[in-house]
């Protein structure tokens, strides 16, 4: 248990954290949300990550810098990737997936 809270339960949140993620991936158009909801999959990994950490080794912090690990590098595909959309956006005027399909090379 982590501190009155079961490890199920934590893995039951994490879950459906990471299949919210999923479903807002595959069903969005714009590039913003999708990028969202790559974040919330990779906070539900991170909640992971803390929970067997705790749960199998609680003298141990290896599970936390994962996660911070995770985080920087999440924070850096973030900047890339919002720079990348501003990008888009300047040339296309649209932020939807369609449209950056439809680009010519």
Known sequence: MIE????????LVSSLMFFIG?????TRKN???MLMAIE???NAVNINFV???KYLHPENMQGHFYSLFIIAIA?????VA????????????????????????
């Open 4 to 11: 009155g809270i079961e490890i199920q339960h934590i893995i």
């Open 22 to 26: 999923v479903y807002g991936f595959m």
């Open 31 to 33: 590039l913003i949300t």
């Open 40 to 42: 919330l999959m990779l």
């Open 51 to 53: 929970a067997f950490n």
């Open 75 to 79: 924070a850096a595909e973030a900047a």
């Open 82 to 105: 919002i720079s990348i959309i501003i990008n888009l956006y300047r040339n296309l005027n649209s932020i939807d997936v369609e449209d950056v399909n439809n680009m010519k090379h």
